[in-house]
């Protein structure tokens, strides 16, 4: 899983991994309005309470709708 504050890039270069038959386990993106607390929290959580390949190929925004 890759963690990341780029928003600008990082949906190019999935795209282009995806076309090349590749995956990826997922792509997080921080939010700059949650404070570092609020991020590591939030990335306990899915660790803890995710399925395995649940975000595999995607991009999501921290944080997680529920």
């Known amino acids: 899983m890759l963690v990341t504050n780029n928003r600008t890039s990082m949906p ?8 090349q ?7 997080l993106i921080l939010n700059p309005d949650m404070s570092i607390g609020e ?8 660790a803890g309470g ?4 649940e975000y595999q190929d ?3 925004h921290l944080p997680i709708p529920q």
Request: charged content about 20%.
């Open 58 to 60: 995607q991009i999501v």
């Open 50 to 53: 995710s399925f395995d390949e």
């Open 39 to 46: 991020t590591l929290e939030e990335l306990i959580l899915i």
């Open 21 to 27: 038959n590749r995956h990826v386990p997922g792509i």
């Open 12 to 19: 190019v270069h999935l795209i282009e991994h995806i076309t």
